[in-house]
């Protein structure tokens, strides 16, 4: 079992930045993929960013370079730092485990099996 609460999310101005945050619990070993993704009104889910067990990360094209994904071991957090921020990517923000993968990670949202609540990032134009 693994518990995801998700916190930093909030209202921005296009360009700017905010830094989410995923207090992980329960099976913390970090030995399986771990992503956020996004959801906007009536659209599906996507994969924004995901790490895998050896810290290597991969990225949405529309989000590289911009995004950096990261993880805490110590803190058992992971974290989604968001700069330069549009006003497309207002959204619900998940993050997510697929505890069933260690080296590839996914981008279909359906492979994964926790999830946390979301946290609402809203970015005004």
């Known amino acids: 079992q693994v518990q995801l609460v998700e916190s930093g999310g909030g209202s921005v101005q296009a360009g700017g930045s905010l830094r989410l945050s995923c207090a992980v619990s329960?099976?913390?070993?970090?030995?399986?993929?771990v992503g956020w993704f996004r959801q906007a009104p009536e659209k599906e889910r996507e994969r924004v960013a995901s790490?895998?067990?050896?810290?290597?990360?991969a990225y949405a094209d529309s989000v590289k370079g911009r995004f950096t994904i990261s993880k805490d071991n110590a803190k058992n957090t992971l974290y989604l730092q968001m700069d330069s921020l549009k006003p497309e990517e207002t959204a619900m923000y998940y993050c997510?485990?697929?505890?069933?993968?260690?080296?590839?990670?996914?981008?279909?949202?359906?492979?994964?099996?926790?999830w946390g609540q979301g946290t609402q990032v809203t970015v005004s134009s």
């Open positions: 997510a485990a697929d505890t069933s993968r260690a080296g590839y990670c996914a981008t279909d949202p359906t492979y994964y099996d926790y």
């Open positions: 329960g099976y913390t070993s970090w030995r399986y993929c």
């Open positions: 790490i895998n067990k050896f810290a290597s990360t």
